[in-house]
C-alpha cells in the first residue's frame, strides 16, 4: 500500500527509490498524484520537517540527498509546475547560480540535506522523487482508503422522485 501525509489540501509521498524524472512522474501518475508542487513558504517548511522526521525515524533516509520535483523548464528557459501549469513568479526558491541557462538542465530536484533550495538538472539522472496529490474542493483525503472522499451534510439522503 502507498502511504500519503497530509498537508492542508496536498497528500506528500516520499520515494527513496531513484528513478528518471520520466518514470517518477509516470509512477506518481499511476497513483492518481504528480510529482511535487511547492507553491509557498509554508508548504515548503512543512516538507523540509517532513523529510527531516523521516530521516530521524527512518536510517534509509539518511541517503536522500535530492529528489525530484514537479517543475519543468520550457523552450524559452521560464519553468512551471507541470501538475497546475503555475509559473514559478508567485514563489521560488532557487539555489544560487540556478536555473543556468543553456546548460540543458530540464527538470527539478529539491536538495534535501540543508537548504530545500530547488536544482535545475537534466531529465535521464535516476534519484528520488516526491509526489502530491491535492483533493479537489468540497473532498478530504481518507487516509484508510487512501482517496479523496466527497464532504456531504449530515442529515436524511432525500430524493424528491417526480
Not at 517518477?24 to 507553491?39: K, N, T, V, W
Not at 541517503?63 to 501538475?83: K, Q, R, T, Y
Not at 483525503?141 to 432525500?158: E, I
Request: with cysteine; hydrophobic share 40%.
Amino acid at each position: 500500500m502507498i502511504w500519503f501525509q497530509i498537508y492542508g489540501t496536498l497528500c506528500i509521498r516520499i520515494s527513496i527509490y531513484a528513478k528518471s524524472f520520466t518514470e517518477a512522474r509516470e509512477r506518481c501518475l499511476a497513483e492518481g498524484s504528480d510529482l511535487a508542487y511547492i507553491p509557498n513558504q509554508d508548504f515548503a517548511d512543512e516538507l523540509a520537517a517532513m523529510v527531516d522526521m523521516k530521516r530521524q525515524k527512518y536510517k534509509y533516509f539518511d541517503a536522500l540527498d535530492e529528489a525530484w520535483i514537479g517543475g519543468i523548464s520550457s523552450p524559452d528557459g521560464s519553468w512551471s509546475w507541470l501538475a497546475y501549469f503555475q509559473s514559478f513568479d508567485a514563489f521560488s526558491m532557487w539555489e544560487f547560480g540556478n536555473p543556468a541557462s543553456g546548460t540543458g538542465a530540464e527538470g527539478l530536484v529539491l536538495m534535501t540535506q540543508a537548504s530545500y533550495e530547488w536544482k535545475a538538472v537534466e531529465f535521464p539522472e535516476p534519484l528520488p522523487y516526491i509526489c502530491t496529490y491535492k483533493c479537489q474542493q468540497g473532498y478530504i483525503w481518507y487516509k484508510s482508503l487512501q482517496l479523496c472522499v466527497k464532504v456531504v451534510p449530515p442529515g436524511p439522503f432525500n430524493v424528491d422522485a417526480k
